[in-house]
């Protein structure tokens, strides 16, 4: 019993891996929401984000996650915001050090800022963590819009965001 039972787990755990590495999420369309996110970590997130900027997806973006060493004008420089798109419309956070602590900090200034809807932008694979520690964070009536950023990961890191992505979930149900 106890091994047919540890097979399951573990035919389970394999498919569902599989599932994750094979199925990754994909950008979204051109719709606008009130807010864009984008939490620190694998390049190409930032740049996605201040593109949508310039594009009118929304009206306002928070960075969260950013070393508490970053100045406005280096980040300015960095990305190539131009200074009144920065002064004006992206709010750079600085509490959070990890996925769980840029859901708190998003939903702070969700909060304070009275939004109905964000754009959520980050990598392809760690979109659905992110997007679970947002939804335990967020009020139901917050409309997210998932906006993954292609990369090509390595085995390593799907392997480890998968596993974490477990934990998240377990952690979410309890």
């Known amino acids: 019993m106890i091994r047919r039972a540890l097979s399951a787990f573990a035919v389970l755990w394999a498919l569902g891996f599989v599932w994750f ?6 950008p979204a369309g051109d719709e606008r929401t009130d807010a864009i996110v984008v939490p620190t970590g694998s390049s190409g997130r930032i740049e996605r984000g201040v593109e949508l900027m310039r594009a009118g997806a929304a009206d306002m973006m928070l960075v969260t996650g950013v070393d508490s060493d970053v100045r406005p004008g280096e980040f300015a420089e960095q990305f190539g915001v131009e200074a009144d798109l920065m002064d004006c419309c992206i709010t750079l956070g600085f509490s959070a050090l990890d996925t769980r602590g840029n859901a708190r900090e998003t939903a702070e200034w969700i909060d304070e800022n009275g939004y109905a809807s964000l754009r959520l932008v980050t990598s392809d694979w760690h979109m659905r963590r992110t997007a679970v520690e947002l939804a335990d964070q967020l009020p139901g009536e917050i ?28 952690l979410h149900l309890g």
């Open 21 to 26: 590495a094979m199925v990754m999420p994909q």
């Open 143 to 170: 409309e997210v819009l998932r906006d993954a950023v292609h990369t090509e990961p390595s085995f390593a890191t799907l392997f480890l965001e998968y596993h974490k992505l477990i934990a998240a979930w377990l």
